[in-house]
């Protein structure tokens, strides 16, 4: 019985140099029934935090459960292996066989990837799994991954967010000129074209950065997250919606070639628990936000408006401009856009006499 164990990616580094290619790779019909693996997941998220980083902690819990402890995954919060925004590097070149984070975190390296953590204007929650699991979104995020060595999953999903957290009003376009505004991603690069100031500023900062005024602006997640963080102790102004993500999915990476030693029935676990904390995820966004916007109605300290329409729509121009540059300058991009816009040009005809349809008839009679 041969009994294959990996601690760490020096042990895999190791392992793949003296073999010099993948050894598990190769179906010989024998019995792996027994085989044990011990994996490290690298995460971008704060310690237990609700919703991100619980819900990675939840998936290594379910694939140990499943697999009978025959494949243990640690998981680490943001800083402590490697840094928050280094998941992608760190798991492509083997550092841990397992990441949890954003694709649009990386969109320096990997512009593309953007499509598959939000678009501004784009898929929502629902939309987002039916393009990745059915409309060919995932096979492209596959495909377009494999230059990094990693197998990618959808593995998390928060919903619509929050158009963000503001130290004054915004009640025209002229009021977003000189902003300095946490806001990452696609979103970010419309916000700069706007007359914002972009400025990238992890989670576990944003707060002091608000009541400093090293920040006049800042979006996170949505209620249940950023109460989590205080951002309501520290500014005013709520703004809705979150048209610069409007259905995030977060992503579990894994290293090719750790995968590639994985035998069939842990391949399908590891799949089958990416699917599960997808949807556990976005349930406990609906739950906790929902939740968590009563408290929020109720604090005298807190006001929750509506961007102002003439600002929704420069933003809505300004994001057609930053999505059609993309695609003109990078040539994944160009066709992973392809996909994406084909797919909402026929989904949100559908959403109109069917999800939005049905919500402004539920709001409409009070
Ligand atoms: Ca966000």
Request: hydrophobic share 40%; charged share 20%; aromatic share 10%.
């Amino acid at each position: 019985m041969k009994r294959r164990e990996f601690v760490g990616g020096l042990a895999l580094a190791a392992g793949a140099s003296a073999c010099g290619k993948q050894p598990a790779a190769i179906d010989t019909g024998a019995d792996r029934s027994t085989e044990t693996f011990k994996w490290n997941m690298v995460t971008s998220w704060p310690p237990r935090l609700p919703g991100l980083g619980v819900g990675a902690d939840n998936l290594a819990e379910r694939v140990e459960k499943a697999s009978n402890s025959r494949l243990k995954i640690k998981v680490y919060a943001g800083g402590e292996l490697v840094p928050a925004l280094d998941v992608f590097d760190a798991v492509s070149r083997g550092t841990a066989q397992m990441g949890h984070d954003a694709a649009y975190y990386h969109r320096g390296k990997v512009p593309a990837a953007q499509y598959f953590t939000a678009v501004p204007f784009g898929l929502n929650a629902n939309e987002m799994n039916a393009w990745l699991y059915y409309g060919g979104g995932l096979e492209l995020w596959r495909e377009y991954y494999q230059q990094f060595n990693l197998v990618p999953f959808p593995a998390g999903q928060t919903g619509v967010q929050m158009a963000g957290w503001f130290n004054k009003e915004i009640n025209s376009i002229e009021d977003l000129a000189g902003l300095k505004m946490r806001i990452p991603g696609l979103g970010g690069e419309v916000m700069q074209r706007a007359g914002v100031t972009q400025i990238t500023v992890p989670a576990a900062e944003i707060f002091t950065s608000l009541q400093t005024g090293a920040l006049d602006a800042a979006e996170w997640v949505g209620p249940y997250n950023d109460v989590t963080l205080g951002l309501h102790k520290a500014a005013r102004y709520y703004y809705y919606p979150g048209w610069h993500e409007p259905g995030p999915t977060l992503e579990l990476i894994v290293n090719k070639d750790a995968w590639d030693t994985l035998p069939d029935d842990l391949k399908a676990i590891v799949e089958l628990a990416c699917q599960a904390s997808n949807l556990d995820m976005q349930a406990e966004y609906n739950y906790g936000n929902a939740m968590a916007l009563q408290q929020l109605k109720n604090d005298p300290n807190v006001e929750l408006r509506p961007l102002p329409d003439d600002v929704l729509e420069l933003l809505h121009k300004l994001s057609n401009e930053v999505i059609d540059e993309l695609s003109a300058r990078d040539e994944w991009s160009a066709r992973i856009q392809k996909s994406y816009s084909d797919f909402l040009d026929v989904s949100a005809q559908n959403q109109l006499i069917s999800e939005q349809a049905y919500l402004n008839a539920r709001s409409a009679f009070p």
